[in-house]
């Protein structure tokens, strides 16, 4: 006979984090392995351009960030670092597009029963920290205008970090880490496009949607069995889209929105009946020309030019760090992230009918939750939308990000290492039954 508490819990319709397809899993790990080397040229960057803004050569560093080129009547004429965060960094938005359809279309985002856990833990993992940022600077209204600032995982860093620290930790925990920071890449684009864009030029906005749609119609007319050569629509397709792009820039709208609208564009699966290169569809091959150019070009010079941040003396970085704007991103980084990810996550998997695999333990989530801390590339964009050059949190909330990052970074490793340490030990089993 059942007992009361038996029959009163939740049916269980699905288990998450369970073993997926051997095709699905190697693709995830691929992308981790692509992802650490890109973190580590991420990293490298940030040290040089922060190394470089606080030497004596400082003033050569910031001429240069400052530089100006471009067309200024079509409003392009743009500083070196206005162009690597508009303009360099929509080929990584991109990505994240297609990366974002192939999970909806093909990944495990395509059922809601496997999508609710990482979809609403990255929810909880933008909301608390965006709370506590609130809490943090609510006397000081010139500074709430940051609140997205601590909200965003950046996947390249927190992966090289992992690739380091929990090489032998299973494969599922894994896979939670980098579907997290995918879904909270899709977070994030909602709020740049809705909260930091302003002053609409519709006529600029409805030309870029145009061709992101006749883009997307030539992308599509591959699947349809015509003639269209993935080489012939890489010439055809890259002007489009830089015409996307500049049209979204001149809109108002940050022009990164136009790399993900382009991305989803993208079909995931080959046409039928034609033959496709490893299986993929043209997301696939974007991804394989795109990834290098993204990984060790584009994010590693907008790191350059955004990471700079002339701190002065050890009393002025102290300073800093304890500014109202710099220990609301920290905290919402490094408290606000994990307690968001690991409550929104038991609570979906102890109140409904969606339980974790038993391969997965709650430690090695939570210590996830923790590298989940690590907000670098689009925390540093939201950085530069919330305040101006001048403003005095625009420095300071920088250094906080970097700040928070290396904290969670060790943080997690307080965690992860002793737990990677276990499992390649063979002391804890990393599939049950």
């Given amino acids: 006979m059942s007992s009361p508490e038996s029959t009163n819990r939740p049916k269980v319709i699905a288990t998450f984090l369970s073993p997926g397809s051997e095709r699905e899993e190697r693709r995830i790990l691929r992308i981790l392995r692509a992802e650490t080397v890109g973190g580590v040229l991420l990293v490298l960057s940030a040290l040089v351009a922060l190394i470089w803004a606080n030497s004596p050569w400082s003033d050569s560093y910031f001429a ?17 670092g206005t162009w690597a965060a508009d303009g360099l960094l929509a080929i990584f938005f991109f990505l994240v597009g297609l990366e974002l359809k192939r999970e909806f279309v093909a990944g495990d985002l395509r059922k809601f029963s496997t999508a609710i856990v990482p979809m609403a833990a990255a929810a909880g993992g933008v909301l608390v920290p965006a ?30 970090v992992l690739a ?21 890449d899709l977070i994030a684009i909602f709020i740049i496009a809705i909260f930091y864009s302003t002053d609409i030029n519709y006529v600029a906005l409805l030309i870029s949607f145009a061709v992101i749609a006749l883009y997307g119609a030539i992308a599509q007319y591959r699947r349809l069995h015509f003639a269209l050569k993935p080489a012939t629509a890489w010439y055809i397709l890259l002007p489009l889209g830089v015409v996307a792009w500049a049209f979204m820039h001149m809109s108002g709208i940050h022009a990164t929105i136009a790399g993900v609208l382009l991305g989803f564009t993208i079909p995931v699966k080959p046409p039928r009946g034609l033959p496709a290169h490893g299986n993929t569809g043209l997301a696939g091959q974007f991804e394989h020309r795109f990834r290098p150019i993204s990984a060790g070009v584009a994010v590693p010079l907008f790191a350059f030019f955004s990471a700079g941040v002339a701190v002065g003396s050890f009393d002025g970085f102290i300073h800093t760090l304890t500014s109202p704007s710099a220990l609301g991103v920290m905290a919402g980084l490094v408290f606000g992230k994990p307690i968001g990810i690991s409550l929104t996550t ?14 997965v333990k709650w430690l090695d989530l939570f210590g996830m939750s923790v590298l989940a801390g690590i907000g ?22 920088k250094v906080a990000i970097l700040t928070a990052s290396v904290i969670a970074a060790l943080l997690s490793s307080l965690i992860l290492v002793p737990r990677n340490r276990l499992y390649r030990r063979g002391a804890l089993p990393k599939e049950v039954g």
């Fill in 346 to 359: 038991w609570l979906i998997t102890r109140i409904g009918p969606i339980r974790l695999d038993p391969s």
């Fill in 376 to 397: 670098f590339t689009v925390s540093l964009l939201v950085s530069e939308l919330s305040f101006e050059a001048g403003h005095a949190a625009h420095a300071e909330t």
């Fill in 131 to 160: 709370l506590i940022y609130t809490l943090v600077v609510r006397n000081y209204p010139n500074l709430h205008h940051g609140w997205a600032i601590p909200t965003a995982t950046d996947i390249a860093f927190a992966v090289s």
């Fill in 164 to 184: 380091l620290i929990g090489s032998a930790l299973p494969s599922a925990v894994r896979i939670f880490l980098l579907t997290l920071a995918v879904v909270d």
């Fill in 64 to 80: 240069l960030r400052d530089f100006e080129i471009g067309y200024a009547p079509w409003n392009l004429k743009l500083s070196l």
